[in-house]
């Protein structure tokens, strides 16, 4: 089974600035990692997938880099509805499609 | 517009059974695999069972394997979770997953709001 490490596990900023956030899988993943956000009480949301493709919707601050072992998620510039958790996900071996366990985005 | 609406989540004791259901609406339910994902209080999520689009294949986490039947209903574009032999551990709030794409590429681009199992004597 893949483990998927994010870091930082909490992230604290403030509206407006740049959000860097990490995945890193135990093996290659190839290209095959997404990014979701997920606020309380709500649906998670799908952001990027295959490491660098926004998803239908997404704004353009959102871009995802990475293949390998190695990924991220930038927001460029935070707005206030940006604070959430988010998570990776792999789907190069499956099953199981597994998570990272999170980084907390939170207003600093 | 795309909507998933779970159901059928309870507080139910261990060792007894549940069914979830997902309803699903704004897509061509038949052309996609689907999925269910749990979330523990507090956890990550967790992938929980895949079935592709006629209902032929099925995949399980280990976790669920032997006690959860994953299933659907084309017909009714439903989408179900056969729970068994519960645990405490199965306690988490599920949701339904759409597969962002048909054949079963595992990324979800759609997720329903969620409905919660509570295990517990």
């Known amino acids: 089974e893949i483990v998927l490490t994010q870091s930082p596990a909490t992230l604290s900023l403030s509206p407006g600035e740049r959000a860097t956030l990490s995945c890193r899988a135990s093996q290659s993943v190839s290209s095959y990692l997404a990014w979701y956000q997920h606020k309380p009480g709500q649906a998670p949301r799908l952001l990027i997938y295959d490491a660098s493709n926004r998803a239908t919707g997404i704004p353009a601050r959102f871009s995802g880099s990475g293949s390998g072992t190695d990924f991220t998620l930038t927001i460029s510039s935070l707005e206030p509805e940006d604070f959430a958790i988010y998570y990776c996900q792999q789907r190069s071996y499956w099953p199981p499609a597994t998570f990272g366990q999170g980084t907390r985005l939170e207003i600093k | 517009e795309v909507q998933l609406v779970e159901s059928g989540g309870v507080v139910v004791q261990p060792g007894g059974s549940l069914r979830l259901s997902c309803a699903a609406s704004g897509f061509t339910f038949d052309d996609y695999t689907m999925h269910w994902v749990r979330q523990a209080q507090g956890k990550g999520l967790e992938w929980v069972s895949l079935?592709?689009?006629?209902?032929?294949?099925?995949y399980y986490a280990d976790s669920v394997r032997g006690r959860f039947t994953i299933s659907r209903d084309n017909s009714k574009d439903s989408l179900y979770l056969q729970m068994n032999s519960l645990r405490t551990e199965d306690t988490a709030l599920y949701y339904c997953a759409k597969d962002m794409w048909g054949y079963g590429g595992n990324s979800f681009d759609y997720w329903g709001q969620g409905t919660l199992v509570a295990v517990s004597s």
């Open positions: 079935i592709n689009r006629d209902g032929g294949s099925t």
